[in-house]
T-cell receptor, first 115, second 113 residues
């Protein structure tokens, strides 16, 4: 059974800092890995998706890496801003064996960026 | 442009009074999902449709039903809401095939009085 762990559970940083959110998973047979952002009381916004065959993806100030062999992914946020404050979820899509992709969610990292 | 739309965004119902939540998509994806998310927890998959094929998760209560009348729409029916059903309900879509990316709607916050 796939398990996804995110460390730290919460992080508070001053504006402008570069930061790293960590995600580990127990089963390397993944199809893809997504990082989502969730604002309080809102839905999930996809930030980056890394396919199983890829090592990293970048979008603006965000960079996500994937190391299947060690079961790890990191989300790097450069020059953090107060608007980055949210919960960040690491989500694994298992290898497709039936008609859909089963998602396994981490518990999230609550990020607070203070001015 | 909104791709996965959920209505209403906030729903208040009474204990035991049936309620229906709506999801629509403009992506023409063949898979649609319903998730339940309670406070400070990860989303929990209730069921999904692959085209017209309905797939229920083993631990989804019978109180929860779903309908997908066409590709664009999917409904979540809660026949007799209990206090424990108060949660955020998230709809998501996916088109099978690479990259198999799920797109989530903004959610419906359900309150049960």
């Amino acid at each position: 059974k796939q398990e996804v762990t995110q460390i730290p559970a919460a992080l508070s940083v001053p504006e402008g800092e570069n930061l790293v959110l960590n995600c580990s998973f127990t089963d390397s047979a993944i199809y893809n890995l997504q990082w989502f952002r969730q604002d309080p009381g809102k839905g999930l916004t996809s930030l980056l998706l890394i396919q199983s065959s890829q090592r990293e993806q970048t979008s603006g100030r965000l960079n996500a890496s994937l190391d299947k062999s060690s079961g790890r992914s990191t989300l790097y946020i450069a020059a953090s801003q107060p608007g980055d404050s949210a919960t960040y979820l690491c989500v694994i899509c298992a290898v497709i064996v039936v008609s859909y992709g089963k998602l396994t969610f981490g518990q999230g990292t609550i990020l607070t960026v203070h001015p | 442009d909104a791709m996965v739309i959920q209505n209403p965004r906030y729903q208040v119902t009474q204990f035991g009074k049936p309620v229906t939540l709506s999801c629509s998509q403009t992506l023409n994806h063949n898979v649609m999902y319903w998730y339940q998310q309670k406070s400070s927890q990860a989303p929990k998959l209730l069921f999904h449709y692959y085209d017209k094929d309905f797939n229920n998760e083993a631990d989804t209560p019978d109180n929860f039903q779903s309908r997908r009348p066409n590709t664009s729409f999917c409904f979540l029916d809660i026949r007799s809401p209990g206090l424990g059903d108060a949660a955020m309900y998230l709809c998501a879509t996916l088109q099978r095939g690479s990259p198999n990316e799920q797109f989530f709607g903004p959610g419906t916050r359900l309150t049960v009085l």
